[in-house]
Nanobody, 124 residues
């Protein structure tokens, strides 16, 4: 199982980025995917998650600004991030697991497989 997050970069406050999580080595459409982030000096936190059939949950801090989606044909999950704020600055990770835990999908303990992160910096 391999997960590769990409799409991070430097963006001004109010700007947008789209992160991608490309998966390989497993039956992608059978897995649930979560996006997490870790800011310097802070614990990792759940951002958004999506089940294998498209059900989603978002953290309160990103509701209305971030949108998670998946394209099973491309083995990829996306995180569209709009109206970015400096407090969104973090390393973003994607994770995968076969079991769907509903609203608990924002907890990192629920995921077995993790990819390397991609850095998002929101600054003027």
């Amino acid at each position: 199982v391999q997960l590769q997050a990409s799409g991070g970069g430097l963006v001004q406050p109010g700007g947008s980025l789209r992160l991608s999580c490309a998966a390989s080595g497993f039956t992608f459409d059978g897995y649930n995917i979560g996006w997490f982030r870790q800011a310097p000096g802070k614990e990792r936190e759940g951002v958004s998650c999506i089940s294998n059939n498209g059900r989603t949950y978002d953290a309160d801090s990103v509701k209305g600004r971030f949108t998670i989606s998946r394209d099973n044909a491309k083995n990829t999950v996306y995180l569209q991030m709009n109206s970015l704020k400096p407090e969104d600055t973090a390393v973003y990770y994607c994770a995968a697991d076969r079991i769907w835990y509903g609203s608990r999908c924002l907890r990192d303990q629920m995921y077995k497989y993790w990819g390397q992160g991609t850095l998002v910096t929101v600054s003027s």
